[in-house]
């Protein structure tokens, strides 16, 4: 296997949920497996959690075609847009619809009469993204539509928050709209229901990692925790109510070691040079594995349990470490992230988020899966 991998700690993974269960308890718990698990490896992520699961939560038909192909049974939501030529799959492999507008709901309604068979669906509102669904402002005739559909079962209702990740925007006002706002707006649509004496849809749920955290009135039936999950905060400032930890390593070997002259310039365009000599150690990895170009001259990585400085531009298949006058090896194992290295340093170093330094680590790094629960 080549040298450079990611190990996949699933016992971690387990502890997570187990943590965010119980601090959540009675609501349920979607497990948000889109974009590869967050980049971790869905196909030893998802037959792994699916188990201890209530939902499974991707954004894409065909990453929930992808799970069903594996043998898993748990329910699963397409979180995201769905064009209506898409729906014929949601049929064949049991999946749930986020019906986000009135005309997929029609789409829905009529594949489901024709075929005879009935389809999930959670009612997907929108009270401040702007991105898909149906305003709380326009949820009054969108909900009677809903509830005149015979062949669909509508299991569910929900929103996405914009910003719940700090607890500023929770109480302060500001430009964002807080998600306590748009919490509000939720509480309006649903009593549309009440006014209609009909009940509301048995799931109800709204709340992602950051209200998970800060805001447990937005819990109700379920909640939809994805970078929590992964054991990454979604924000530096808040408080460690629930215990997580990151399950991902990334590992690499040293594949190369000399010692350099002051004045040789270091890789592509001859950014960084020694002053004195070092030992330079290349690392088998790169910008096409996910380890960002930007990071050039600013990343760290730990190597024999001591961590050291990136240098020279970092290319797409190797980067260079500056490792003074350390006996660092051929074989010395390297870590990229893990061992006290976190993806919020990635972050800072690349003017990114944790959610795209793990989802930016691309196919050719091999997942590597440890530790099963049995
Ligand atoms: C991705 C996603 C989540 C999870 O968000 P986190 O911030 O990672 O917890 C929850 N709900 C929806 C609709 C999503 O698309």
Redesign the pocket.
């Known amino acids: 296997m080549r040298p450079t991998f990611l190990e996949v700690n699933l016992d971690q993974l387990k502890i997570n949920l187990d943590n965010i269960r119980a601090h959540v308890a009675p609501a349920k718990v979607l497990v948000?497996l889109?974009a590869n698990a967050y980049g971790h490896g869905v196909d030893g992520v998802a037959p792994f959690i699916a188990p201890f699961a209530d939902y499974i939560?991707v954004?894409l038909v065909e990453e929930a075609v992808h799970i069903r192909k594996m043998g898993i049974s748990t329910p699963i939501l397409v979180?995201?847009g769905t064009l209506p030529e898409q729906l014929p799959d949601f049929f064949e492999y049991d999946l749930t619809l986020a019906a986000s507008s009135p005309d997929l709901l029609t789409a829905a309604e009529q594949l489901a009469s024709s075929t005879q068979k009935t389809l999930k669906i959670h009612l997907k509102i929108d009270t401040g993204m702007e991105r898909i669904g149906v305003r709380e402002y326009e949820a009054e005739s969108f909900i009677a539509q809903s509830l005149s559909c015979s062949h669909l079962d509508i299991e569910g209702i929900f929103t996405?928050f914009a910003n719940s990740e700090t607890s500023h925007n929770l109480l302060s006002a500001s430009r964002e709209v807080k998600a306590s706002l748009q919490l509000e707006r939720f509480e309006e649509v649903l009593s549309i229901y009440e006014k209609r004496s009909e009940p509301t849809p048995r799931i109800r749920h709204t709340a992602?990692?950051?209200a998970t955290l800060l805001l447990p009135q937005s819990h109700y039936e379920m909640v939809?925790?994805?970078?929590?999950f992964y054991g990454v905060y979604?924000g530096r400032d808040i408080e460690r109510t629930i215990q997580v930890k990151p399950a991902l390593t990334w590992k690499s070997k040293v594949s190369y070691s000399k010692i350099t002259q002051p004045g040789r310039g270091v890789s592509y365009g001859s950014l960084w040079q020694a002053e004195s000599e070092v030992r330079i150690a290349t690392v088998p990895c790169g910008y096409a594995d996910g380890y960002f170009r930007r990071m050039t001259n600013q990343a760290r990585v730990s190597i024999n349990g001591k961590t050291y400085p990136q240098v020279g531009r970092i290319c797409m298949d190797q980067f260079m470490v500056n490792v003074g006058d350390d006996d660092v090896k051929v074989g010395d194992e390297v870590i990229l992230l893990g061992d006290g290295i976190a993806a919020e340093d990635f972050a800072d170093w690349t003017g990114t988020n944790e959610?795209e330094v793990m989802t930016n680590i691309s196919a050719r790094v091999p997942r590597v899966f440890v530790g099963r629960v049995q």
């Open positions: 948000v889109k939560g954004a979180m995201g996405h992602n990692s950051g939809r925790p994805g970078v929590l979604p959610y």
